[in-house]
């Protein structure tokens, strides 16, 4: 009997094998500067639900003889052509955390890159977020087209800043009337929950901050050789669960980067802070008095903020300088899970028509009509109208979701066609109560 084959097919599933994530950390060593051993230890401290792997592999019914895969012309190998990490987690829109999957180590293999093969991926990857309910995805992009293309778009900032800690002991008093009855201390494993709670606090109030799960807090504190320090400010006085107010993880490597001024000696380096926080005006004056405290051996402090971030407004002197290190994209996958589970200014009552174009979802795509009253939004089907209906594509609204840009100016560069009545609508349903949108974490 004839051999019975089906055509050959590239196959989206989690890695099964040690031999695919072999494979995979091949990818991975080549796409981001690690060594092959580097990248496989850093995949197997993942979860084996979480690494997805594309795989060049014919269907057969009868024997296993490979049939090769033919794409743009170009004859592929069999095996593991590119691959993904997804991370669950979640991040802050309008003061509350918004479930969404993080996608993070996309690499295709030198031999098989220009075909197609990453957006291939990210369609059957964002298919499958769907199927799972997910309202939303993010990313930090290598390359802004390709993430474009599947509805992924700019949506907030990373910064780098810097301030010379001479400067801050200067200015800033290491301890004061205000902050005396506020303990500083070195934190233990004990205080991580009283820690990660204090955190989601301080997250509620700052659009785009992430609803961190085990992945972002293990990279927070480092790994052995490198781990960071973790130091917590008490309020004695306070209540029990209430007793943290402010917290700071921070490392101090023992060669600086350069470059440093020469002035610096030899036996100066820098401070990074990994994460760092204070929920009252007291803890935000007593963390900047302890980051102080390191002027007499270090030069430097390095942390991650933007430009908002509440606790630059407490320095008395603009001493930082803020460098734009990345653009995070989000990506809505279910619209309507996304929007309706966020939450909006209690005051507003507004609605508008949307029009939406999603070449990847097609039921995020068409006629939609959004209403907010008491602070929440209900999103209903409805017939598109060019007379009053705002037409954009998903990845335009994921920059209005997040308060990136506002409908008014992107109806500047053409990525918003409305009426005007119907523009302001959308603009004032998604005005960034919890300030502009930013994260200190990669991911």
């Given at each position: 009997?004839p051999?019975?084959?089906?055509?050959?097919?590239?196959?989206?599933?989690?890695?099964?094998?040690?031999?695919?994530?072999?494979?995979?950390?091949?990818?991975?060593s080549?796409?981001?500067?690690?060594?092959?051993?580097?990248?496989?230890?850093?995949?197997?401290?993942?979860?084996?639900?979480?690494?997805?792997?594309?795989?060049?592999?014919?269907r057969?019914?009868?024997?296993?003889?490979?049939?090769?895969?033919?794409?743009?012309?170009?004859?592929m190998?069999?095996?593991?052509?590119?691959?993904?990490?997804?991370?669950?987690?979640?991040?802050?829109?309008?003061?509350?955390?918004?479930?969404?999957?993080?996608?993070?180590?996309?690499?295709?293999?030198?031999?098989?890159?220009?075909?197609?093969?990453?957006?291939?991926?990210?369609?059957?990857?964002?298919?499958?977020?769907?199927?799972?309910?997910?309202?939303?995805?993010?990313?930090?992009?290598?390359?802004?087209?390709?993430y474009?293309?599947?509805?992924?778009?700019?949506?907030?900032?990373?910064?780098?800043?810097?301030?010379?800690?001479?400067?801050?002991?200067?200015?800033?008093?290491r301890?004061?009337?205000?902050?005396s009855?506020l303990?500083?201390?070195p934190?233990?494993?004990?205080?991580?929950?009283?820690?990660?709670?204090?955190?989601?606090h301080f997250?509620?109030?700052?659009?785009?901050?992430?609803?961190?799960?085990?992945?972002?807090?293990?990279?927070?504190r480092?790994?052995?050789?490198?781990?960071?320090?973790?130091?917590?400010?008490?309020?004695?006085?306070?209540?029990?669960?209430?007793?943290?107010?402010?917290?700071?993880?921070?490392?101090?490597?023992?060669?600086?980067?350069?470059?440093?001024?020469?002035?610096?000696?030899p036996?100066?380096h820098?401070?990074?802070?990994h994460?760092?926080?204070?929920?009252?005006?007291?803890?935000?004056?007593?963390?900047?008095?302890?980051?102080?405290?390191?002027?007499?051996?270090?030069?430097?402090?390095?942390?991650?903020?933007?430009?908002?971030?509440?606790l630059?407004?407490?320095?008395?002197?603009?001493?930082?300088?803020?460098?734009?290190?990345?653009?995070?994209m989000?990506?809505?996958?279910?619209?309507?899970?996304?929007?309706?589970?966020?939450?909006?200014?209690?005051?507003?009552?507004?609605?508008?028509?949307?029009?939406?174009?999603?070449?990847?979802?097609?039921?995020?795509?068409?006629?939609w009509?959004?209403?907010?009253e008491g602070?929440?939004?209900?999103?209903?089907?409805?017939?598109?109208?060019?007379?009053?209906?705002?037409?954009?594509?998903?990845?335009?609204?994921?920059?209005?979701?997040?308060?990136?840009?506002?409908?008014?100016?992107l109806a500047?560069?053409?990525?918003v066609?409305a009426?005007?009545?119907?523009i302001?609508?959308?603009?004032?349903?998604?005005?960034?109560?919890?300030?502009?949108?930013s994260?200190?974490?990669?991911?």
């Open positions: 009997m051999t019975q084959r089906s055509k050959p097919t590239l196959n989206f599933r989690p890695c099964r094998t040690d031999a695919e994530l072999a494979a995979y950390a091949r990818l991975t080549l796409a981001f500067g690690r060594t092959q051993s580097e990248a496989a230890d850093w995949l197997k401290a993942r979860k084996p639900q979480d690494i997805r792997v594309l795989t060049n592999a014919p057969t019914r009868r024997t296993p003889e490979r049939k090769p895969l033919v794409l743009h012309g170009v004859e190998d069999p095996g593991v052509c590119a691959g993904l990490i997804t991370i669950p987690m979640g991040q802050y829109f309008g003061g509350v955390p918004i479930p969404l999957t993080g996608v993070a180590a996309v690499a295709v293999g030198p031999e098989s890159r220009g075909r197609g093969l990453a957006g291939e991926m990210m369609r059957r990857a964002l298919r499958e977020m769907r199927e799972r309910e997910t309202p939303l995805s993010g990313l930090y992009a290598a390359t802004h087209r390709l474009r293309s599947v509805g992924y778009e700019q949506a907030g900032h990373r910064y780098e800043g810097r301030l010379s800690l001479w400067r801050l002991s200067e200015l800033v008093s301890q004061s009337a205000k902050t009855r303990i500083v201390r934190a233990v494993d004990a205080d991580r929950p009283r820690i990660e709670a204090a955190y989601r997250a509620a109030a700052n659009n785009g901050s992430m609803d961190r799960g085990e992945y972002l807090w293990n990279h927070i480092g790994t052995a050789p490198d781990p960071s320090r973790a130091f917590l400010i008490e309020d004695p006085h306070a209540k029990p669960d209430a007793r943290v107010v402010g917290w700071a993880f921070i490392s101090q490597p023992a060669a600086p980067r350069p470059p440093l001024p020469a002035a610096a000696g036996n100066k820098e401070v990074f802070v994460d760092m926080g204070a929920l009252t005006p007291q803890a935000a004056e007593r963390l900047w008095g302890f980051f102080a405290g390191f002027a007499t051996i270090a030069t430097d402090l390095v942390f991650f903020a933007g430009p908002a971030h509440p630059l407004m407490l320095l008395p002197e603009q001493i930082y300088a803020l460098t734009l290190r990345d653009h995070w989000i990506r809505l996958v279910d619209l309507v899970r996304a929007i309706e589970r966020r939450r909006f200014p209690l005051g507003l009552r507004a609605s508008v028509r949307l029009n939406v174009r999603d070449d990847v979802i097609r039921a995020n795509a068409g006629g009509k959004l209403s907010v602070g929440r939004a209900r999103v209903k089907r409805d017939t598109p109208s060019a007379r009053s209906s705002v037409e954009l594509s998903v990845g335009t609204l994921a920059a209005v979701y997040s308060g990136y840009l506002s409908p008014i100016q500047q560069v053409g990525q066609r009426p005007a009545a119907a302001a609508s959308l603009a004032s349903i998604f005005a960034p109560a919890h300030g502009p949108p994260m200190s974490e990669m991911y």
